[in-house]
């Protein structure tokens, strides 16, 4: 049995409003990532030395880094080998589990999220909190919170 589900079209303030969320996330993360290049990272190997920073023993079974930054673990597994080849992180077997992986940041990693962090704090201030009132912020945190919420 098929249903044809009829499309709830945007209005054009929602077509607008949409168009530019796009257009803004876009240039935000081209700003990050021009920002970190200088650092040799990329915004996707910035977060996850972010979140391995965060961990215990800076280290986190792959499979629980890959949900943590949102990649599938094919694509988390290069990035994480071309950081490997960098110094950034080591892998290592898990030793409670044969079949996991640890993803573990090295100590350079570490020393390079710290080199970098500050400037892409920055660049984050500039590409959003600076422009952006400080109300529309937190609407923006709201709506955010309210997207991320929701059950697929």
Known sequence: ???TLQPRWLDADQQ?????FLNGVAKINERLEAELRCFGLDLGEYEI??????????????????????????????TVARMETKGLVARMACP???????ALMTNHGYE?????APAHVESVRRALLDPVDP???????RAMDAVTSVQD
């Open 1 to 3: 049995m098929t249903t």
């Open 16 to 20: 607008r409003i949409w168009r530019s």
């Open 49 to 78: 030395l972010v979140h391995l920073s965060e961990a215990p023993d800076r280290s986190l079974r792959m499979s629980d880094l890959a949900d943590r930054v949102r990649q599938s673990r094919s694509r988390l597994t290069h």
């Open 96 to 102: 409670s589990d044969r079949r996991g992986v640890i």
């Open 112 to 116: 390079l999220l710290v080199e970098a």
């Open 135 to 141: 109300d529309d912020f937190v609407a923006l945190g």
